[in-house]
């Protein structure tokens, strides 16, 4: 990665602005060093950008991490990238700087295919740094706000950005209250409705479980068992940033179920060193939830769920060392027909780039979020 | 058919792809070749991606004796050799291999397809299957109606769940052949369970036609013969006939390739936009393109239509042996194996646009692809000292290898002077979305088990593509033409008379 820096403090200390034909020029040149050291040169370098994407993150976050993810990002989905990194408590400051990156590209041929601006704001500058940003977006492309942070309505950064894109991506997996966090991003989507459409990362971390799940009601011979549920079992990592807690991921599972199957809490509700057992009602019937964290501290992932409906049982969970994840279906004395696959653990970055993807409105996880949310709140009535 | 099923309510809403229905595939012809290279390690690669259920399962049919442990065990080498999977888990292909069975089965023995039906029961009761069968005809091309035949007077071709059938190519050896073999098919098959495969189909780049036509606006205002000069499509080969040498002597390019292929290129090209992307739809659409091809008559074969075969020569540096020195070939064999023919469409999109076509094997590079050529620009404002380096616009859609859309169009180079020269859009598959494009084979299966024939070819499409090189086939078998044979080096472009097919329109081929 090549980078120049474009400092905005005059020598006197003043807070001057972001100067963007200036970045624009030095990326320029930049694309223009590498089309001089293509071979020939005749093609031309293939500059391709699918999609804008802003990245809000604390000064404090550790680079080296962030660095290699965004470089991950760029080699699935060529983007131009405008990293923002705040110091919120520390000194009036506005820095920019520019830098590409390349990577190769088939039969050895040089091919760049990203490009990032940073700028680092701290103090008082950071409530009018999104007019800095929108300028340098690239027209025309998606753009989308990875916020890496808890996202606060009242926040005017967040707000301000959040008009510039198409799409805003969080992660779930770092609330350090996963309870009260999820609650406040169902009343957000509530709030903003249309104007903001959301994707969690940690979402897209469940998304391989729901298929699982998925996946054994779409055997036409097990669908009416999908009716007859008397009992969930969801197991999962604790989270190392909130060890006592429900993992936020089990709780977006619970939200998911209930709010496609229209589950609601019965008022039972026990809690010991077995994990939590609620009750929920769904159609006069009663399903019992079981919610059980087990093994090392993680970022809260789901390691295993098991259905029973009656006679018959389903279950999916990961493999010893979870390189793999086996599934099941047992129906009375009928064989068990099951599997065992590969799991290929996705990288952050190329989770990421998966959301680079997709633009439309995710309304199954608005709904999973509300309804999680709505079972938060009744807590002591039988919620979760 | 099976019974409607109630719907999946966690189905909604998922971003991951489309899985199949539970069934088990009867793959005909288990111990060959294409089960070991394409449909096992398309099969595991689909069981991986978590796009086929766990109730599925595979039953491999054949003469060669074999146990099904026998067989587990060539599939795990097949899939290790063939597929991109760096390692293969233990555990991952133990659980697959316990969803593989064989079957010693002999087409033409009745009794075998009893046998079949029983261990058919069995499996599908263990594994969940829900009755539904998909047969893959893998065999040689002469068994596919008798494999039909034996499997409706089993019984096979009904169940209580779908049966389908996928048909490998070639599909017929003339149109004669063909029609008799739908005809043997339709006996013991409705249509909708015929799946003609066409491995094209299921190539990124050619799905992508459809989206590029009809997605973007801007094209199909100039997709016709007010804007586009020509058409040229080009699929060469490098390689022989690789030890196939008995099989194509009694085919041929414009058999093996154009009548089939290229075709299917060639009415994605022509068609019309369809009504919407129902199969129907789209197939109908195709056809109609092809309907309206001018037909050849023996003095259109003449004036129209070039024939090749290569001679010794080099290729990528290696020198080859002529085609009449394979094994298998005749030493004064006259098959062709290379042709070059101009289409037109009589219809108001196309009138008076040529299609220039060649296809052939042991030439220069290994490329498919389609040029539309744009007309000039209707005035030249920039005299020739400053065009030096112009063609006029062109859209490139390569199909393989390094799938991708170029845009040639002239710009201006910097200077002083005004001089102006051509430059390339480029876009390609492999740097824009940074993920691994599936194989074909892949995306044929899936489609096959979710029940959308888009990608496979109708019974009027195969008919269609048949009738349209008739003429051709034939007069080339009557007479020589005064073509004597090599009469093409291996490695080049084809014989003289391809380049002077298009000159003498005062046109050129593409160097692609
Ligand atoms: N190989 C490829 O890459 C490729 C590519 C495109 C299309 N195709 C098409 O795919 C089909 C299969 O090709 P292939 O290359 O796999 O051919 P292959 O290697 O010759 O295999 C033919 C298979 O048919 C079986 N067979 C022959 N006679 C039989 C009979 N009477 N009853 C039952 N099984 C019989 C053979 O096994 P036994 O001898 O054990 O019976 C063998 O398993 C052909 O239609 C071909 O044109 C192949």
Not at chain 2, 183 to 211: A, P
Not at chain 2, 311 to 334: F, I, L, N
Request: charged letters at 25%; one cysteine or more; a negative charge.
């Amino acid at each position: 990665m090549m980078e120049t820096q474009s400092k905005s403090n005059d020598d006197a200390g003043r807070v001057g602005g972001v100067d963007v034909a200036g970045l624009e020029r030095q990326l320029a040149s930049r694309w223009r060093e590498t089309a001089a050291e293509e071979v020939g040169g005749k093609s031309g370098v293939t500059r391709v950008c699918v999609a804008n994407l802003i990245v809000y993150a604390s000064a404090a976050e550790a680079r080296p991490e962030l660095d290699k993810l965004l470089e991950e990002v760029a080699a699935q989905t060529p983007t131009r990238v405008i990293l923002l990194l705040a110091d919120r408590g520390g000194a009036p400051r506005l820095d920019a700087s520019v830098s590409t990156r390349c990577r190769p590209a088939l039969r050895g041929r040089r091919q760049l295919c990203g490009e990032q601006i940073t700028i680092e704001a701290g103090g008082g500058v950071i409530g009018s740094v999104a007019s800095a940003v929108e300028p340098l977006l690239v027209p025309d492309i998606a753009a989308f706000l990875w916020w890496k942070d808890i996202p606060n309505g009242e926040d005017k950064l967040f707000s301000r950005l959040v008009e510039m894109v198409e799409r805003v991506v969080i992660d779930s997996a770092a609330f350090d209250r996963p309870r009260e966090d999820l609650s406040r991003v169902a009343s957000l989507v509530a709030s903003r409705g249309e104007e903001m459409r959301l994707s969690d990362l940690n979402w897209g971390r469940l998304t391989s479980w729901r298929s699982l799940v998925a996946n054994f009601w779409d055997v036409p011979d097990y669908r009416e068992h999908l009716d007859a549920l008397d009992r969930v079992e969801i197991e999962y990592e604790p989270s190392a940033l909130a060890p006592k807690d429900v993992a936020a991921q089990a709780l977006l599972a619970v939200g998911w179920l209930a709010s496609r199957l229209g589950w609601q809490p019965s008022g039972r509700r026990v809690e010991d060193e077995d994990g939590l057992r609620v009750g929920l009602a769904s159609g006069g019937r009663e399903i019992e939830l079981a919610l059980r964290a087990s093994g090392e501290l993680g970022v809260g992932a789901i390691r295993q769920v098991a259905f029973r409906a009656g006679a018959a049982e389903f279950r999916a969970g990961f493999g010893a060392g979870g390189a793999t994840v086996e599934t099941s279906a047992k129906i009375g004395d009928a064989p068990i027909v099951g599997r065992v696959v590969a799991y290929e653990a996705k990288s952050e970055g190329q989770r990421l780039s998966r959301e680079l993807s997709i633009l439309a409105r995710d309304e199954v996880y608005e709904r999973a979020v509300a309804a999680a949310s709505r079972l938060i709140a009744t807590n002591a009535a039988g919620g979760i | 058919m099976a019974a409607t099923v109630l719907e999946n309510p966690l189905r909604e809403g998922m971003r991951l792809e489309r899985t199949a229905e539970p069934c088990v595939v009867v793959i005909l012809g288990a111990s060959g070749d294409l089960t070991k290279r394409k449909l096992m390690p398309a099969l595991f690669r689909l069981a991986q991606a978590r796009l086929i259920p766990a109730e599925f399962a595979v039953v491999g049919a054949a003469r060669t004796a074999m146990e099904t442990d026998a067989f587990r065990a060539q599939m795990r080498d097949s899939v290790a050799e063939f597929s991109d999977e760096q390692e293969i888990d233990t555990q991952v292909w133990e659980s697959f291999a316990q969803k593989l069975y064989y079957v010693t089965l002999d087409i033409s023995t009745p009794a075998d397809f009893k046998g079949l039906g029983a261990l058919l029961e069995k499996v599908d009761r263990e594994h969940g299957a829900q009755g539904n069968r998909l047969f893959y005809l893998s065999t040689a091309p002469q068994l596919f109606a008798e494999a039909v035949k034996q499997l409706g007077v089993a019984g096979l071709t009904k169940s209580r769940g779908w049966v389908r059938v996928i048909v490998e190519k070639p599909f017929g050896s003339d149109l004669e052949s063909a029609r008799e073999l739908n005809r043997r098919l339709h006996e013991h098959l409705e249509e909708s369970q015929i799946y003609r495969i066409d491995h094209y189909l299921g190539k990124e780049t050619v799905q992508n036609l459809l989206v590029f036509r009809f997605a973007n606006g801007i094209y199909e205002p100039l997709w016709n013969r007010q804007y586009i000069d020509h058409v040229q499509i080009t699929n060469a080969e490098t390689v022989g006939v690789e030890g196939r040498g008995g099989y194509y002597e009694s085919a041929g390019v414009v058999r093996d390739m154009i009548q089939n292929h290229v075709f299917q290129l060639l009415s994605l090209i022509a068609m019309e936009p369809p009504a919407s992307l129902d199969a129907e739809a789209v197939r109908d659409e195709k056809i109609k393109a092809l309907t309206s091809a001018r037909a050849f008559t023996a003095e259109r074969v003449r004036a129209d239509c070039v024939r090749g075969q290569y001679g010794a020569g080099a290729v990528g540096g290696e020198t080859v042996v002529g085609y009449c020195e394979e094994p298998g070939v005749a030493k004064d064999s006259t098959t062709e194996t290379f042709a070059a023919l101009v289409m037109y469409f009589d219809n108001w999109r196309w009138s008076g646009v040529p299609f220039f076509i060649r296809s052939g094997k042991r030439l220069a590079k290994r490329v498919t692809e389609i040029a539309i050529r744009f007309k000039d620009a209707p005035h030249q404002l920039f005299g020739r000292e400053m065009m030096d380096q112009v063609a006029a616009n062109q859209l490139i859609i390569r199909i393989q290898p390094d799938e991708g859309i170029t845009l040639r169009f002239a710009a201006k180079v910097p200077g002083q002077v005004t001089r102006v020269r051509d430059v390339n859009m480029d876009f390609r598959y492999g740097s824009s979305f940074g993920v691994q494009l599936a194989e074909a084979y892949e995306r044929l299966l899936l489609d096959c088990m979710l029940g959308d024939p888009t990608l496979y070819a109708r019974t009027d499409m195969t008919e269609r593509g048949w009738e349209i090189v008739m003429p051709i086939i034939e007069e080339w078998a009557r007479t020589t033409g005064g073509v004597t044979f090599p009469n093409y080096e291996a490695g080049t472009w084809g014989p003289e008379a391809s380049d002077e097919l298009i000159e003498r329109t005062s046109r050129r081929w593409r160097r692609p």
